[in-house]
């Protein structure tokens, strides 16, 4: 007898020919997920194993697997040869003491020679003899007693179904190059998009001397949380300090923010297709600041070919703080510590923006050696909790 967790996968990659590699790519995250912890991993059809591992980590196992997106919910459950008393037994020492139950049995092993029914009132009946305060009702039960019988010769006996993260296995949908702030928004972007089955990569400009070594450790501990559900996560901190001198001294202050934002966005695309991502991400949210408005996003998003995607772009900030709250990165967001687009932030930015202004504007500039300059001083930091 032992301690084990049964976790089951999302229905959706069952189907279809891709189910190989979905479950393959599952796997190796879920097993990803528990590195460091000493246990065996076992996949067998549509359902893994966490086995033999120590109790006092069981916990922490539970925790991180309910964040590999992918897993649809785990049980925690008792692993025993198939025997319907050492079963019955099982049952009944889990039990409450108190309350109405049913018992599913689902009976994958057909040799038996008894029916789910019938060993589901078998356990029943046991339970009952057991414990007087107990009460069967099939319809509104407080506590359902779970055993699945396997071909395998073992029964797996559990009481609880915990949800898993839902959504797709992170790599499955390919790569995305992620802009990521010290802000509430981009981490939750990050993990909206990681759901969807992207892997994420993310570049953070950083103003050196301006914002300080502070700001960028906050980045980092960001992109480490969110590495949670993302898996690990290469961090590309970009120096900007030079960039945004150059458009103070050459161009209109007020367009300060906009020609910034069209560095960053043809910065990230240089990585991108570095890395073999097919998009950019950003946690922009339409109308939250001045460069955010459709114009300014329309002039930022002109500078690159490759898809920008913007998984906030229509939550209130109220829906992105309940997330952030939920995915842990918003006590670490709200630090204060200063940002990139604050140090230079103009009094007026410009609402809507033209991008043949800001064209013209970026002609007093030398674009290409600026963002060279800035792609040679790029330091790698690999994220994550682990
Ligand atoms: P966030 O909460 O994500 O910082 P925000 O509300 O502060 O967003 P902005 O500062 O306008 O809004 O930034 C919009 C988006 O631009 C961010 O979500 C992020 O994707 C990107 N971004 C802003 N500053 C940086 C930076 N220093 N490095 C990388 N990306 C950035
Ligand atoms: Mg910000």
């Known amino acids: 007898m032992e301690r084990i967790i049964l976790i089951r996968i999302g229905e959706i990659f069952l189907k279809g020919n891709n189910k ?24 067998s059809q549509n359902r893994m194993y966490v086995e033999r591992y120590e109790d006092s980590d069981e916990r922490t196992i539970i925790d991180r697997l309910t964040k590999v ?148 450790n906050k980045v980092i501990k960001l992109a480490q949380i969110v590495s949670d559900y993302c898996g690990e996560i290469e961090l590309f901190v970009v120096p900007f300090t030079d960039i945004q001198y150059a458009i103070k001294e050459n161009c209109p202050i007020e367009y300060m923010i906009t020609i910034m934002r069209r560095f960053m966005m043809r910065i990230a695309e240089r990585l991108a297709e570095q890395y073999k991502c097919g998009a950019i991400i950003t946690g922009e949210s339409l109308g939250q600041v001045a460069s955010q408005t459709m114009e300014s996003i329309n002039v930022t998003n002109s500078v690159v070919k490759k898809p920008v995607f913007r998984p906030l772009i229509g939550s209130d900030k109220s829906d992105i703080i309940e997330i952030a709250r939920k995915i842990n990165t918003f006590e670490t967001s709200i630090l204060p510590y200063e940002d990139c687009c604050t140090v230079f932030l103009p009094k007026n930015p410009v609402i809507k923006p033209k991008i043949e202004l800001a064209e013209e504007m970026e002609q007093k500039l030398d674009v290409n050696g600026l963002i060279e300059q800035a792609l040679s001083g790029v330091e790698i930091i690999h994220c994550n909790n682990r």
């Open 20 to 43: 190989n590699f979905f479950v393959s790519l599952l796997k190796d995250n879920a097993k990803n997920a528990l590195k460091g912890i000493p246990c065996r991993f076992v996949s």
């Open 69 to 216: 997106f992918g897993l649809y919910n785990l049980s925690p459950a008792i692993k025993l040869p198939t025997d319907f008393t050492e079963i019955a037994k099982v049952c009944s020492d889990m039990s409450p003491k108190n309350g109405t139950f049913r018992v599913t049995v689902n009976r994958a092993d057909k040799k038996l020679d008894k029916n789910s029914m019938e060993i589901s009132r078998e356990i029943g009946a046991y339970m009952l003899r057991k414990e007087s305060g107990l009460t069967v009702n099939l319809h509104q039960f407080d506590f359902e007693v779970n055993v699945d019988i396997r071909e395998n010769g073992f029964s797996y006996v559990f009481y609880e179904k915990i949800p898993c993260a839902g959504g797709l296995p992170v790599g499955c949908g390919g790569n995305g190059m992620l802009l990521l702030s010290g802000g509430i928004d981009s981490p939750v972007a990050a993990y909206l998009m990681a759901k969807r089955g992207v892997k994420i990569y993310a570049v953070h400009y950083h103003s050196f001397p301006f914002t300080s070594e502070m700001a960028k």
